[in-house]
């Protein structure tokens, strides 16, 4: 009886033995995670610090999800479920219901004319400011000199130890806009097929997605419901007449100067705005060429983040799909169904595209590149890359012309960083 006791005794040591290292253990994990900048002094959660990002992954890999697998599979079960309990539901919510969403679409036409400003302001500005293309990868340097930096993984990059081999670039290889296919009737017939490739046309992807909240452009006609589509077992069903339609799109399209949207306020289809067309008319005017650039400059920083945050507010309503191995991407309810996957593991889809959730990176591609602290300096060298920062192109740009560093892009640029000389590498830590 005795020993059983002695027994229970020492097991009840060994468990609040670990339940105290345990306990140490979280609250040393927690304070060093308040020290390294997760946490602000404030209560806040936001982020002190944002680290350079990696570079980019292998063909083979696929693109992380951005919502897990578990939670995607639970959500398709719940949806199959509510489908058995009510096969027949008119759709109520925006914009699944082939209705605009109100509030979004004074947001997609300030996005369409900061994305027409900020690339009428890239052409004026890379007159002055050069900027290098690798010829063999997509690596862009902002700079008269390219760096020496060896991240080259083009065509016989192992024969040239990874160096890149520059060019001139362009408006293109600054921020990039992929495209997608248009759609018409983005609730009707979401999908293109493949024997449709040709005849339905592709536009950026930044275009459709505004033209799909709300923006009317001629070229690029879209389908605008006045009632609400039905959804019977899964397949979407439209009671509006046909004649009413193809009343309202031409009316839509007859009047050229003054359009009105469904919330009955004007919409004027400009590549820019009248504040924006003013700002550029004084761009031009102004006499010191110093002065003339720098303001360029920060009017299109504030054009850049204009659009991004725009386009992560509609993005929050409006589904965007990319390829889980290439760079395909397609604005609507669904992926196509057209076969031009060439990425790895094609041949186990037939060319179809791996379609998952996108993020705003795939619709509007920053190309990051390394900051450079004097553009007239010596190029980087490949020994001291650990204490160089990045940026994304149109960041660094504006930023070599003479805007401001902006707040939240400090850190990553490692603007606080002090760069050891070429001869004092091997001295660091």
Same mark, same amino acid.
């Given at each position: ?22 306990? #140490?253990?979280? #609250? ?18 936001? @982020? ?8 980019? $992954? ?15 599979? $639970? ?8 489908? *058995? ?6 759709? @109520? ?22 994305? =027409? ?8 500005? /890379? ?15 902002? =700079?008269?000199?390219?760096? @020496? ?12 130890? %990874? ?21 018409? &009737? ?12 040709? $005849? ?15 923006? &009317? ?9 006045? *009632? ?6 899964? $397949? ?20 050229? #100067?003054?359009?009105? &949207?469904?919330? =009955? ?20 005017? /102004? ?22 945050? =725009? ?25 196509? *169904? ?15 595209? #791996? ?73 660091? %830590?």
């Amino acid at each position: 009886m005795l020993r059983r006791i002695k027994v229970q005794i020492s097991h009840i040591e060994r468990l609040n033995c670990c339940l105290n290292r345990s306990y #140490a253990f979280a #609250a040393s994990s927690s304070s060093s995670g308040a020290l390294s900048g997760g946490v602000d002094d404030d209560g806040g959660d936001g @982020e002190l610090y944002s680290d350079v990002p990696r570079p980019p $992954r292998r063909k083979a890999e696929r693109k992380p999800f951005v919502t897990p697998m578990k939670e995607l599979i $639970r959500r398709a079960r719940e949806e199959r479920e509510a489908r *058995k309990l009510q096969p027949c539901l008119m759709l @109520e919510n925006p914009p699944e219901n082939g209705l605009l969403v109100p509030e979004l679409v004074e947001v997609a036409h300030r996005v369409y004319r900061a994305r =027409g400003s900020l690339l009428k302001g890239l052409s004026e500005l /890379l007159k002055v400011v050069p900027v290098q293309r690798c010829r063999f990868c997509s690596e862009v340097h902002i =700079g008269h000199v390219g760096h @020496e930096i060896r991240t080259c993984t083009g065509p016989n990059s192992g024969l040239r130890s %990874a160096t890149h081999v520059w060019r001139k670039g362009g408006v293109q290889d600054v921020v990039f806009f992929p495209k997608c296919f248009h759609l018409y &009737d983005r609730v009707g017939k979401p999908r293109v097929g493949h024997d449709e490739r040709h $005849r339905v046309p592709r536009i950026p992807a930044v275009v459709e997605l505004c033209v799909q909240a709300g923006v &009317d452009l001629e070229r690029f006609p879209s389908k605008r419901r006045t *009632k609400p589509v039905y959804c019977i077992e899964g $397949r979407i069903v439209d009671f509006e007449s046909v004649s009413e339609t193809h009343k309202i799109d031409r009316d839509m399209f007859a009047e050229s #100067a003054i359009k009105t &949207d469904e919330m =009955g306020r004007d919409v004027v289809p400009l590549r820019t705005s009248y504040i924006e067309e003013s700002k550029l008319d004084i761009w031009s005017n /102004l006499t010191d060429e110093v002065e003339n650039i720098k303001q360029l400059s920060v009017w299109m920083l504030e054009w850049w983040f204009e659009m991004m945050e =725009g386009v992560k507010r509609i993005m929050e309503s409006y589904t965007v799909w990319t390829c889980g191995y290439c760079p395909e991407v397609q604005v609507g309810p669904k992926g196509h *169904k057209v076969r031009i996957c060439k990425s790895s593991k094609h041949q186990s889809r037939n060319g179809l595209h #791996a379609w998952q959730e996108a993020t705003i990176d795939d619709i509007v591609g920053p190309n990051y590149v390394w900051h450079v602290q004097n553009l007239n300096g010596p190029a980087l060298n490949n020994n001291l890359k650990r204490y160089y920062g990045k940026a994304p192109a149109v960041v660094e740009l504006c930023v070599q012309a003479g805007a401001p560093i902006p707040d939240c892009y400090r850190s990553m640029m490692r603007v606080d960083v002090v760069r050891p000389d070429c001869d004092e590498v091997d001295l660091v %830590a």
